[in-house]
């Protein structure tokens, strides 16, 4: 993928990831607008970056996915890079009672926002010369975390999701990439400066150095054990059997 000249749309860009992937690229000469629920940080980004554009968006609403993308597509008509990166990350008890409101909220902002933002943007990316769909899902979508069980599924679905989508995105303008972050010491939960978490300025670097060549996935060296768990080869595969249907579609009576 190329890092400049691009223009670049980011949900869950208030913090973390998203927040220091949007001022990276920034930097490097793209137009980056930032989208998430809290407007004040949304005005902190934008008093601190002034080129960096700003738009409020709650990623578990589907009506206000449509319009925000109505809204920016016919603003930034060069728009060519939908990174989505909003995620929440609430712990479970995959043995014991469910928060079934906290579950709905999960998958609703973890898995089909994700699917929502893509869908509405998709048509658009297509007419660009050149255009990225870029995923954000989690070494824990190859190794799940117990007491995150239900987050881990949703990063194991986008994944999967993600495979999809590029195999059917193949013969289009757009390419699809995911990354797959370790354990980053952003406040998803809680910013701690654990010595296991790895820094979040030197994930930016080594995944923007990874992202110019990407033609799959971005994993940086740290969060290779984990994915090297479900089978690096997967990719081939995938692709060989969907494109097997593909030539010999299955009878629909």
């Known amino acids: 993928m190329k890092l400049t000249g691009n223009t670049v749309f980011i949900t869950g860009g208030t913090s973390g990831i998203g927040r220091a992937l949007a001022e990276a690229l920034s930097a490097r000469g793209n137009k980056v607008i930032v989208a998430g629920r809290r407007k004040a940080l949304l005005d902190e980004i934008a008093a601190q970056?002034?080129?960096?554009?700003?738009?409020?968006?709650?990623?578990?609403?589907?009506?206000?996915?449509?319009?925000?993308?109505?809204?920016?597509?016919?603003?930034y008509p060069a728009l060519n890079v939908v990174i989505n990166n909003a995620g929440i990350m609430p712990f479970d008890d995959a043995g014991g009672a469910l928060d079934d409101a906290q579950a709905v909220r999960l998958i609703?902002?973890?898995?089909?926002?994700?699917?929502?933002?893509?869908?509405?943007?998709?048509?658009?990316?297509?007419?660009?010369?050149?255009?990225w769909i870029i995923n954000n899902s989690s070494v824990l979508a190859y190794v799940p975390l117990a007491g995150t069980a239900l987050y881990s599924a949703t990063k194991a679905a986008i994944h999967s999701y993600t495979l999809s989508q590029r195999f059917v995105l193949r013969n289009t303008r757009v390419r699809v990439l995911e990354i797959a972050p370790p354990w980053v010491d952003t406040d998803l939960i809680v910013k701690s400066g654990d010595p296991r978490a790895m820094p979040l300025d030197a994930f930016i670097a080594e995944t923007l150095e990874r992202l110019a060549t990407a033609t799959?996935?971005?994993?940086?060296?740290?969060?290779?054990?984990?994915?090297d768990n479900a089978g690096p080869n997967e990719h081939a595969f995938v692709e060989q059997f969907n494109q097997h249907v593909v030539d010999n579609p299955i009878p629909v009576a």
């Open 49 to 75: 970056n002034p080129s960096i554009d700003t738009v409020e968006l709650d990623i578990g609403n589907a009506a206000q996915i449509q319009q925000v993308a109505q809204q920016l597509i016919a603003r």
């Open 108 to 131: 609703e902002t973890n898995l089909l926002g994700p699917v929502r933002v893509s869908a509405a943007f998709v048509e658009h990316l297509k007419r660009q010369p050149e255009s």
């Open 216 to 227: 799959t996935e971005v994993l940086v060296e740290a969060a290779k054990p984990m994915r």
